[in-house]
């Protein structure tokens, strides 16, 4: 191969790395455009309908995937952190499951025609979302507890060690030159 080709060949590997990553970065764009556009509609969506068990079912599917969001985004935020000794994936990985399976139960009760049989459907339903919304804020605000405590632990061995060096330094000074370190 001449210099030539092996130039080519390297410019149209590198050209090729290059739009593949700007392609890649362009289908995460419009994934998170599209996300986004889609919970607004859904967060808006409640405020067009009418009052009555639709909108109710309406409401509940977007309380619940609010805080399954914003549960998400704490829980890989620090996805080192603890709520005691439960493992934040497995208490998401959990909650998420349930919260499908709610919001399943929701969309249809949403799309029922009669609303008789949505008050009836969206009665059944209320309370295991509700417990559900407050089992996983729950978890969240235990898992904040948590890591105020283990700051304060170590804060508190830090200001232990800081006051250890400043009284050590201390008997260094007084003692004078005698000591040397």
Same mark, same amino acid.
């Given at each position: 191969m001449t210099g030539f080709t092996q130039a080519v060949l390297i410019t149209l590997? $590198? @050209?090729?790395g290059v739009g593949g990553l700007l392609l890649w970065w362009g289908v995460r764009l419009v994934r998170r455009t599209v996300a986004h556009g889609r919970r607004r509609a859904l967060e808006l969506r409640p405020r067009f309908l009418p009052p009555g068990p639709r909108r109710d079912a309406a409401i509940l599917r977007q309380q619940l /995937? &609010? =805080?399954l969001r914003t549960t998400r985004q704490m829980f890989t935020a620090g996805p080192n952190s603890r709520i005691f000794r439960a493992d934040p994936t497995a208490v998401? @990985? =959990?909650a998420a499951e349930f919260a499908a399976q709610l919001d399943d139960d929701l969309a249809t009760i949403e799309a029922f025609p009669d609303r008789a049989q949505q008050r009836a459907a969206l009665a059944t339903v209320t309370p295991q979302v509700v417990q559900l919304i407050d &089992? $996983?804020?729950s978890a969240r605000q235990t898992m904040? *507890? &948590? @890591?105020?405590?283990d700051r304060d632990r170590e804060l508190n061995r830090l200001s232990k060690s800081v006051a250890y060096e400043a009284a050590s330094l201390g008997n260094y000074e007084r /003692?004078? *030159?005698d000591l040397t370190i």
């Open positions: 590997l $590198i @050209a090729g /995937a &609010t =805080e998401l @990985a =959990e &089992t $996983i804020y904040l *507890r &948590t @890591a105020v405590m /003692a004078g *030159r």
